[in-house]
């Protein structure tokens, strides 16, 4: 527990500080999240048998996530993600080569999985990221801020309460009486954040809490399914007491295409 802890705080004050501090410091924040949790996605694919392109499928979703940055902060026209469909059609061309590659078709596959599943959700970051026009750190901030809220409910109340299982197929440990600990938890977080934070309305908080709730939950079910698969308990060991950036950031990955919608359209 005190390497959870620790290693939370320490995570958690350079994530907000960077994200707060200026748009750049932002962008090398979550850059380098991105590399981390898209290098683990490909290692934990190698482990299953499977050979995706892991330095080029990296750099890939890397150049998505510039591109988007640049384009949303008025550096690029928005013609430069042209650039990306070139990189995506390299990858036939170089496994035309892999002489050792028995199922080319299916590590083409993951390669692109890993761009779809981590790249492009923290590229779609840069859209909420500008959703007022200009940089500015509040919705991001409180989308962790409410992600960690739901987290930390979750563990607390599922140590607490936890009787009914929510997903013993995929997650033996999760529980109803958890899961709503943390909803509960992450909205009054999102009421708490709307006293601060004026980006979003009151409504506009608590409704992007309920989303971040239940698709974190999927998120992070979907993540279990993919260790199961290989059977593993963690995506790493590079945060102590977390796992890997993957166990991390797995309810984030799904959330962040459902904020930008409700954002964008619905707000």
């Not at 790249?119 to 779609?124: G, N, R, V």
């Not at 940089?135 to 979750?154: C, P, R």
């Not at 009054?188 to 934070?197: K, N």
């Not at 939950?217 to 593993?232: A, P, Q």
Request: glycine share 8%; net charge positive.
């Amino acid at each position: 527990m005190q390497r959870r802890i620790a290693t939370a705080v320490v995570g958690a004050a350079l994530i907000i500080a960077g994200t707060a501090y200026s748009q750049w410091t932002y962008f090398v924040i979550f850059s380098l999240i991105s590399i981390f949790t898209q290098w683990e996605f490909y290692r934990l694919a190698r482990m299953d048998d499977k050979l995706p392109l892991k330095v080029w499928g990296t750099l890939i979703g890397q150049l998505f996530f510039a591109l988007t940055f640049l384009i949303e902060a008025d550096i690029l026209p928005l013609k430069y993600m042209l650039l990306l469909f070139p990189f995506l059609a390299s990858v036939f061309m170089i496994k035309l080569y892999k002489k050792d590659d028995k199922q080319p078709f299916t590590n083409i596959a993951y390669t692109f999985l890993g761009i779809i599943y981590v790249a492009i959700p923290f590229a779609l970051l840069h859209i909420i990221a500008f959703a007022n026009g200009s940089y500015s750190h509040e919705i991001v901030v409180g989308i962790m801020f409410i992600l960690w809220a739901s987290d930390t409910g979750a563990y607390f109340a599922g140590i607490a309460f936890g009787r009914k299982k929510l997903f013993e197929r995929v997650s033996p440990k999760k529980t109803w009486e958890g899961s709503i600990g943390g909803g509960l938890l992450a909205l009054a977080m999102a009421w708490g954040l709307s006293r601060i934070f004026h980006d979003l309305t009151t409504v506009q908080w608590l409704v992007a809490s309920a989303l971040i709730v239940i698709t974190g939950i999927y998120g992070d079910l979907i993540e279990s399914v993919f260790k199961r698969s290989i059977e593993i308990k963690d995506s790493g060991n590079t945060l102590p007491g977390h796992g890997g950036f993957l166990d991390r950031f797995d309810s984030l990955l799904l959330a962040v295409p459902f904020i930008v919608v409700f954002i964008k359209i619905f707000s």
